[in-house]
């Protein structure tokens, strides 16, 4: 009878969503939200009601060139607008108050929502007064010149290596090629997964993948060179190929500095040492412009680029190779020698297994790093077709002298990082989520 | 069996770890079907002699004997030697991407080449005998350290060994599931398996082992009987000792 009062029956947690923190708020606590939000919203909405009432862009006429569709760009007179400025002021003015208020009086509040509230509007306040402060600094400068040299928006699409019309065109074609690609890839995997008896998951990715794959490799047949689009092919040709090189070799490295003895240990570290030592900027340009040359190797600058690439990476990813075997216990290749696994039984099916795991995330940082270091072999003088997407910035830098060019490379890049940044947290999270989901 | 009709002899054993004097010059023979308990203070090197047995430590000086052969030889294959020697350990060292199936089979598969059916009949034969044949498809991380550990005694006898090395397997256990694992050993002590223990759990010493070994600044101390040991210490330092612990 008494066990039966001791073991209370399970209840549900106590739910915190919104209304309950919007029932423990203060007079002034709600009143400061409403004013953090309110500073929010006279900025944003204040700036776009004045730009808009000059006018966001002009329509050029269709033979006029930049040069007499300038110098008066709506956009930049509205930048450059008295009217602006008032609503700039205001905003910082008021926002700073806001800021302030909250920074005194959060403390004093009786609940914890009600001083989330404070802090919340408080740091919501401080937004306008930058963006503000930002757009005030921007009224004393050549706005309409920046516009017109950065902001040629359309350079970009003239310049990306398909034309709208083409792509049109072609779309049957490549969308067929991505179709084949995904149900390749898709049913390749599920041949595997059926083998090894996994999940149905890794099928659906294989299939996403393969569609995308497919789809870029359509595109990129029909672009023509230079454009971003090739400059684009070229990046991931040349991270990809090097990658492929330095994680195989990076891997063969880090076992070598593990070895217990100094005649493997020391070639390994001397050659790690080296190329973390030495920028890679003087490596490119040592083996493209110094070494292959001068001893007549006959390597063209394509493959040069990319044998640096891979001989960078694999140093860095050795280094990422062996903290993660080294993160390992001890005792777990002593399990495996004692059940009689040789070294290199005990590297294959127990070590390297796990600190797989382990290194994925890391080494996919060295991948996106790789990716962005790419840009570096634009020294080597490759030809049109080969142009990575800095050197095809640089290119249509030169022969247009519209800087929008260098924020075509830059949009290029973001096209294959951002998703590899996500790929990076997700797997990341996924490991920390405990090992046993990660490897069931 | 060596020439002395001993399954495992150490003859002259030194060990240091850089200037760390750990072994100091140890004789010992285990004959087939002994229980050898092995207690001491921390630090006293009861580890290392038990690692030297099968060569995880390499002993600076002195020989082990092992099955009629010196395993201490350079040319001796201790991969091979180590099929017949199993060990288990305090952090039990299951393999954690891997079943309790594979954990077993891995070695049966890798090293004594045997067919999957053959593995895995052999592992839930193992499995059955340390008393878990429900969990062969389970993680080591879904296990109680007990399980676990009881998963890695499998392991081990899975290669059908000749002798067994247990080092403090109990320690690192909640006190509720160390009496699982004792009760597994104390089956294999009766069914006749050559046991090398480390423990301080004075109890199972005193009834199963056929042998107790006290050691100390890595020399033993006291060699004899465990009930007589127990009841009548010889030495200073192992009243000492027996004083602290019992
Ligand atoms: N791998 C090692 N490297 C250096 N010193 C060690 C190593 N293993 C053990 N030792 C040292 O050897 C001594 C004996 O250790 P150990 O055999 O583990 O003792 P016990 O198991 O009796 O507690 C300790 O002083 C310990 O620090
Ligand atoms: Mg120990």
Redesign the interface.
């Known amino acids: 009878m008494t066990t039966a009062d001791a073991t209370a029956a399970a209840t549900t947690p106590p739910q915190r969503g919104w209304r309950y923190h919007l029932r423990h708020q203060t007079r002034w606590s709600r009143g400061h939200l409403l004013a953090g939000v309110a500073v929010n919203l006279f900025f944003f909405a204040g700036t776009i009601a004045v730009l808009s009432s000059y006018g966001w862009s002009r329509v050029c006429p269709p033979d006029a060139t930049r040069i007499e569709c300038s110098p008066s760009d709506p956009l930049a007179l509205g930048l450059q607008s008295a009217d602006l400025r008032l609503v700039l002021q205001i905003s910082i003015v008021l926002g700073a108050m806001v800021a302030l208020a909250g920074v005194f009086t959060y403390r004093r509040m009786p609940t914890r929502s009600a001083r989330e509230a404070v802090i919340n509007a408080a740091v919501l306040a401080t937004q306008p007064v930058f963006l503000a402060a930002l757009l005030l600094w921007f009224q004393g400068t050549d706005v309409d010149r920046f516009a017109r040299n950065f902001l040629n928006l359309s350079l970009i699409g003239r310049k990306a290596g398909v034309a709208w019309d083409d792509f049109m065109a072609e779309l049957p074609t490549i969308l067929g090629t991505s179709l084949v690609w995904g149900t390749v890839a898709a049913g390749l995997t599920a041949a595997y997964v059926y083998w090894r008896k996994l999940g149905r998951r890794p099928i659906v990715i294989a299939a996403i993948a393969g569609l995308a794959g497919g789809f870029i490799w359509g595109v990129v047949q029909i672009a023509k060179a230079p454009s971003f689009i090739k400059g684009m092919q070229n990046t991931l040709v040349l991270s990809g190929a090097g990658a492929a090189l330095g994680f195989g070799l990076g891997l063969v490295l880090a076992l070598f500095t593990m070895s217990k003895r100094a005649v493997v240990r020391t070639p390994a570290r001397i050659y790690i040492n080296f190329f973390r030592g030495t920028p890679l900027i003087w490596q490119i340009s040592f083996a493209g412009i110094g070494l292959v040359p001068a001893l007549r190797l006959g390597l063209d600058m394509y493959t040069i680029a990319i044998l640096v690439l891979g001989l960078n990476l694999a140093a860095y990813s050795a280094e990422v190779y062996r903290a993660g075997i080294q993160s390992l216990e001890r005792g777990q290749i002593e399990a495996a020698r004692t059940v009689g696994l040789t070294y290199f039984q005990s590297m294959r099916y127990v070590v390297v297994p796990q600190a797989i795991r382990r290194v994925i995330p890391p080494l996919l940082n060295e991948f996106v790093i790789l990716i962005k270091d790419t840009a570096l072999v634009s020294v080597l003088g490759l030809t049109v077709a080969e142009k990575e997407l800095l050197g095809i910035g640089r290119d249509i830098y030169q022969s247009t002298f519209d800087a929008t060019a260098w924020l075509g490379s830059a949009l290029g890049y973001l096209i294959i990082t951002i998703p590899m940044i996500r790929i990076v947290t997700i797997v990341e999270r996924r490991m920390r989520s405990g090992l046993t989901s990660v490897i069931g | 069996m060596n020439s002395d009709g001993s399954l495992i002899r150490l003859e002259g054993i030194h060990k240091w770890f850089g200037d760390n004097h750990v072994l100091r010059g140890i004789d010992l023979s285990i004959t087939p079907g002994g229980v050898v308990v092995v207690i001491g203070p921390s630090g006293s090197g009861k580890s290392t002699l038990l690692r030297t047995i099968?060569m995880?430590e390499e002993p600076t000086e002195g020989k082990v004997f092992f099955d009629g052969a010196e395993i201490t030889d350079i040319r001796t294959d201790l991969?091979?030697v180590?099929?017949h020697?199993?060990?288990v350990?305090q952090?039990f060292?299951?393999?954690?991407?891997l079943t309790v199936m594979g954990n077993i089979t891995?070695?049966l598969l890798?090293?004594?080449k045997l067919t999957k059916e053959q593995a895995e009949e052999r592992a839930r034969e193992e499995l059955n005998h340390v008393g878990l044949a429900e969990k062969d498809f389970a993680?080591p991380?879904?296990l109680s350290g007990g399980q676990q550990q009881r998963v890695?005694i499998a392991?081990?006898l899975a290669?059908r060994p000749k002798a067994m090395l247990f080092d403090e397997v109990t320690s690192a256990l909640d006190p509720e599931l160390v009496g699982e694992v004792l009760q597994v050993m104390r089956r294999l002590a009766s069914e006749g398996m050559t046991m090398a223990v480390v423990t301080h759990e004075m109890g199972f010493a005193r009834e199963v082992g056929t042998r107790l070994i006290f050691m100390d600044h890595g020399t033993i101390v006291e060699d004899g009987d465990p009930r007589q040991i127990f009841a009548d210490p010889q030495q200073e330092r192992t009243k000492a000792f027996l004083r602290q612990v019992l």
Request: glycine share 4%; proline share 4%; hydrophobic share 45%.
């Open positions: 099968n995880l991969d091979e180590r099929t020697m199993g060990m350990f952090q060292n299951l393999f954690p991407h891995l070695a890798k090293v004594l993680y991380s879904q890695a392991r081990a290669m």
